[in-house]
């Protein structure tokens, strides 16, 4: 334990530079990129169908499929809030990343991280107007 360093107030004065580090890159980058903003609002005119923010272009694209995909999502959901109450799930000892008696949740859990990235890929690149797929070149 002589090794030890104590995280007050060391690691806080850390954590404080990159927090006014990321503030102030981020208040560049918003001066610097322009709002993709459209143009006002016409009442004659009806806008294409508009896709989603980018962090639900993936539940538009899975509902485009079927209406009836959102309870997969909601299954999913419900799945990971009841993770830590499933059987056979023994408390960890020491904290370890992907440990070997859990590896069957962490499998899952990256199979549905790759599904989400794939289907937010494609909605965001593969898809035109009246949602109709589009190539992108």
Known sequence: MKDYIPTSPFLFRMIKRALVLLIGVLLLL????PAPLQNPGNLEKSPNPAKAAW???????????????I?????????????????G?????QAKWLPKD?????????IIFLVISALTII???FRGG???????F
């Open 55 to 69: 962090f639900f272009l993936w539940i538009q694209e899975l509902v485009s499929y079927s209406t009836h995909l």
């Open 102 to 110: 859990q590896q069957w949740i962490n499998i899952v859990t990256l």
């Open 30 to 33: 918003a001066f610097i990129v």
């Open 89 to 93: 799930i023994s408390e960890a000892k």
């Open 123 to 125: 909605a965001m690149f």
């Open 71 to 87: 309870y997969v999502i909601m299954l999913a959901g419900l799945g990971f809030f009841l993770l830590p109450y499933l059987p």
């Open 130 to 136: 009246n949602w109709a797929f589009v190539s992108l």
